[in-house]
């Protein structure tokens, strides 16, 4: 599968203080691929001035992750940074975080550790998986977090312990890839006040990631990147975040789909009335699909090889067209829009 990086999604910036919180945050680790990813959100007003919450995130492709929030220190974000070399020296994840208490680097800022939150995750020499979180006495409530052997979830500043335990339940019920997980998880939190200080804006956050990295990934060009730097006031980040997923597993899909002509046409575009298709790949039946920009299938019809019109959505829109045979083969999809 193709690397794809999404462009950074920034639509507003405010005021950003340097000792911020940052809110509810996973990282975690996939044994059978090699994976390693993580995803958060948060609510700190102005964030998206230095790039938005994805700054919380450290990453060795092939090994773990390291997520640290709560008061930390910028420029450079420095228990990160100790946090990622600890861990790149081969320590397990509670022993960097064993660590990073014993050695905290941010008291120029007056704190100390028991400010902090963290969520390391890893994979050792043989493969193994193992994960630990730590959440600082003095860190703002609702704080805490929640580990399992792979993947470590952790928030503060949060409605309540529903947050994690919605990611957690989401991550582990989901089946697919460490990406699907992932999105799972950052939809389980995704309720209004999720991070407490946007709930009179109505959102869970203004700000989210997810990004993931397969073992042979450079640090700095990580195979899956999607960034909401940050939002406008009302707009929810998370399901920003899941339109932006949603089109990039389209676009993912496409390094695997055949042939390498269009396996079928489809016209006008804009469609107003009416949609004609010409269904040019082999097969004796299809079924083609009309997936909104935020992941829905709208509505699904069986098409014949050839040429036809089909039924249009009711609500005019964006949409993929995605195309399907009978053995289950599916083709690239293509976007169009409808005006009714």
């Given at each position: 599968m193709m690397k794809q990086t999404i462009c950074t999604l920034l639509i507003a910036v405010a005021f950003?203080?340097?000792q911020a919180q940052d809110t509810f945050s996973i990282v975690a680790v996939d044994p059978e691929t090699g994976e390693v990813g993580s995803a958060g959100a948060t609510c700190v007003p102005g964030i998206g001035q230095i790039g938005g919450v994805i700054l919380l995130s450290g990453i060795i492709p092939g090994r773990g992750g390291v997520n640290?929030?709560?008061?930390?220190?910028?420029?450079?974000?420095i228990?990160?940074?100790?946090?990622v070399a600890r861990l790149g020296e081969g320590s397990s994840p509670q022993d960097v975080i064993d660590w990073l208490i014993a050695n905290d680097a941010?008291?120029?800022?007056?704190?100390?550790?028991?400010?902090?939150?963290?969520?390391?995750?890893?994979?050792?020499?043989?493969?193994?998986?193992?994960?630990?979180?730590?959440?600082?006495?003095?860190?703002?409530?609702?704080?805490?977090?929640?580990?399992?052997?792979?993947?470590?979830?952790?928030?503060?500043?949060?409605?309540?312990p529903e947050v994690v335990d919605n990611m957690e339940a989401a991550f582990n019920n989901t089946t697919g890839t460490l990406a699907e997980r992932l999105m799972?998880?950052?939809?389980?939190?995704?309720?209004?006040?999720?991070?407490?200080?946007?709930?009179?804006?109505?959102?869970?956050?203004?700000?989210?990631?997810?990004?993931v990295f397969k073992p042979g990934d450079d640090p700095d060009d990580p195979w899956l990147e999607l960034n909401v730097a940050e939002t406008l006031p009302g707009v929810e980040p998370i399901d920003s975040l899941q339109a932006l997923f949603d089109e990039w597993l389209l676009t993912e899909s496409r390094g695997s789909l055949q042939p390498e002509q269009p396996a079928f046409r489809a016209y006008?575009?804009?469609?107003?009335?009416?949609?004609?298709?010409?269904?040019?790949?082999?097969?004796?039946?299809?079924?083609?699909?009309?997936?909104?920009?935020?992941?829905q299938v709208v509505q699904e019809v069986p098409v014949l090889p050839g040429r036809q019109q089909v039924e249009m959505p009711e609500q005019s829109g964006l949409y993929w067209l995605c195309?399907?045979?009978?053995?289950?083969?599916?083709?690239?999809?293509?976007?169009?829009?409808?005006?009714?």
């Open positions: 950003f203080a340097v640290a929030q709560a008061y930390i220190c910028l420029n450079p974000h228990n990160l940074v100790n946090g941010c008291n120029s800022q007056n704190f100390n550790p028991q400010y902090r939150q963290y969520g390391v995750a890893a994979l050792d020499e043989n493969g193994q998986a193992s994960a630990a979180a730590f959440t600082g006495q003095s860190a703002d409530d609702w704080k805490g977090h929640r580990t399992g052997a792979t993947y470590a979830i952790q928030g503060n500043i949060l409605k309540g799972a998880a950052m939809q389980g939190a995704n309720m209004v006040g999720a991070d407490a200080r946007c709930t009179d804006a109505g959102t869970s956050s203004t700000s989210a990631f997810l990004r006008p575009n804009p469609a107003r009335e009416q949609l004609q298709i010409e269904v040019l790949a082999v097969a004796d039946a299809f079924r083609l699909k009309w997936v909104a920009t935020g992941g195309l399907s045979d009978d053995t289950g083969r599916s083709y690239r999809p293509q976007r169009i829009t409808v005006v009714r």
